[in-house]
Nanobody, 125 residues
């Protein structure tokens, strides 16, 4: 069984900062992608940022255009954690943020996607 435990989030004023953290635990053979998605009321879930593992290049980092320059994603492969530092937050960043991980539970398994339970981020005066 695999668990994704999220922490962080909360209420912050526009221009403020918050950080999110997600830890993956359980039966894990290898992790390919770790990242964050968000879903605002009445909108589809969208990618915020992720880090994809990759051979000699060390992998790649992807950001939604709306968060580039404000959010920073980082990953600790030894601890199976992924963090999202969010700076200069705007009201339009208000959403439920979900941790997303693509992993293999054993050498014989196909890659599968797992989601955290979600954490609320509210940016408001």
């Amino acid at each position: 069984q695999v668990q994704l435990v999220e922490s962080g989030g909360g209420l912050v004023q526009p221009g403020g900062s918050l950080s999110l953290s997600c830890a993956a635990s359980g039966s894990i053979f290898s992790i390919n992608t770790m990242g964050w998605y968000r879903q605002a009321p009445g909108k589809q879930r969208e990618l915020v940022a992720d880090i994809v593992s990759g051979g000699s290049t060390g992998g790649s980092t992807n950001y939604a255009d709306s968060v580039k320059g404000r959010f920073t994603i980082s990953r600790d492969n030894a601890k199976n954690t992924v963090d999202l530092q969010m700076n200069n937050l705007k009201p339009e960043d208000t959403a439920v943020y979900y941790c997303h991980v693509e992993m293999r539970r054993s050498r014989w398994d196909m890659k599968s996607a797992y989601w955290g339970q979600g954490t609320q981020v509210t940016v408001s005066t």
